[in-house]
Every structure is written in C-alpha cells, then in structure tokens.
C-alpha cells in the first residue's frame, strides 16, 4: 500500500539546524515534495527531487535516497517565522499521478 | 496573492445542511484540485478536474460532488452535513493534467464549520 510517514512534532532553537524525515512506501515513485504550511494558510510549495541526492535552495535543503525510500528537509539558521508544519508529498504514477501527502510534521522554533 | 480565489473564507452551518464551495483557478491553470484538511490532519485529495472533465478522484465521500465550468472556475458541493465535516477546505490550480515539478498553487481555503 501507500504510505508516508514524518514525526508529528519537532522543537529546535532558533538560529540553529534541523532535520525532518519522511519515509515513504508507493508503488509507482514518481518524485517527492515538501510544503511548508503555517497554521490556517494555504500550503506552500518548497522543494522538488525527482533523482537521489542533495537540492540546495537557500536556507532549506531537500535530500532524497530512492533506494531507501528515505527523504530529509534540513532548514539552516532558523528563524523563528519558520514555525510551521512541513509537508512530505510524494506523486504517485499508480494513482493518475496525484499526490499522496504525510501528515505533516509542526516545528517549534524557540527563542 | 497566490492567484487562486476561494469564497467564501468562513462558513458556519447547521448539520443536514448543503452548502457550495467555490474556486477560481490561477489564469492559465486547466487543472483544479480539491482538498480537505481536518485539524491537526494531512490533506486528504478529493477530486481532481482538468479542462472540465473530471480527471481524478480520491477519499470524496458519495455526498460530497464537485464540478468544473467553462470558464474552469470550480464548485464543491457538500450536502447532509455531519460535525465531522468541519475542516479547511482547499482548493489548488495547475496548469497541465498532472502536478508539475514546481508544485501547486494553493488558495487560501474555506474554513467550513458545522454545528
């Protein structure tokens, strides 16, 4: 079956890194996605791996081992505006190549 | 402004009750998306539709219906409400058939409240 799993919940202190996981079990792998949502908002598109490895895009940073079903979203100095809930989305091709998201996990940045 | 429009941002409504959401899509985008997301849940896919056909369909419960217009605006109707059908609803616009690698543009939601 389909499933992706993240922590529910992590804390980290501000100017400091974090890493969230997501594993993740899908027949038909088509590539992996984060969102970052803040509470009551819309979701917001933050990364993209298709191929195994490391995208750097500023402060976040997305990583992806195909092979493991193993993905990571390390966010660099954190600002306390990062307080979130990061979404793990993974497309699907055995599902009309729809979105098959986690439930999120909800940062806590601490002064 | 994402350019996707979602009325209303609230509803409060009594249980058994219909109501009709609606969604305008990003100019250019042919694919609307409908979500739901209870508190403290994921989001849950709904329905899919792209150029006015239906395109894909998920958990969307058999009172719940969707469909998309000539001018791809979007509508969401949800009939015989329970409590349990408050949540954020949102709706998101692509612009081909399949979610892009940039990823989708979200409006902002309908927070639908049932008592």
């Known amino acids: 079956g389909q499933n992706i799993d993240q922590p529910t919940e992590m804390t980290a202190t501000e100017g400091a890194i974090v890493q969230i996981n997501c594993t993740y079990q899908t027949s038909g792998f088509n590539g992996l996605f984060w969102y970052q949502q803040h509470a009551g908002e819309a979701p917001t598109f933050l990364s993209y791996n298709v191929l195994d490895g490391l995208e750097e895009k500023g402060r976040f940073s997305s990583f992806l081992s195909r092979s493991k079903g193993y993905s990571y979203l390390l966010l660099k100095e954190l600002q306390m505006k990062d307080s979130a809930s990061y979404l793990c989305?993974?497309?699907?091709?055995?599902?009309?190549?729809?979105?098959?998201w986690g439930a999120g996990t909800k940062l806590i940045i601490k002064p | 402004d994402s350019g996707v429009t979602q009325t209303p941002k609230h509803l409060i409504t009594a249980t058994g009750q219909r109501v009709t959401l609606r969604c305008s899509p990003r100019s250019g985008d042919l694919s609307v998306y409908w979500y739901q997301q209870s508190l403290d849940q994921g989001l849950q896919f709904l329905i899919q539709y792209y150029n006015g056909e239906e395109r894909a369909k998920g958990n969307i419960l058999e009172r719940f219906s969707a469909q998309q217009f000539p001018d791809l605006h979007s509508e969401l109707n949800l009939s015989s409400l329970e409590l349990g059908d408050s949540a954020l609803y949102f709706c998101?616009?692509?612009?081909?058939?399949?979610?892009?690698?940039?990823?989708?543009?979200f409006g902002s939601g309908t927070r639908l409240t049932v008592v």
């Open positions: 989305a993974v497309r699907d091709r055995d599902s009309n190549y729809q979105l098959i």
């Open positions: 998101a616009s692509s612009v081909g058939s399949q979610h892009t690698n940039y990823g989708y543009t």
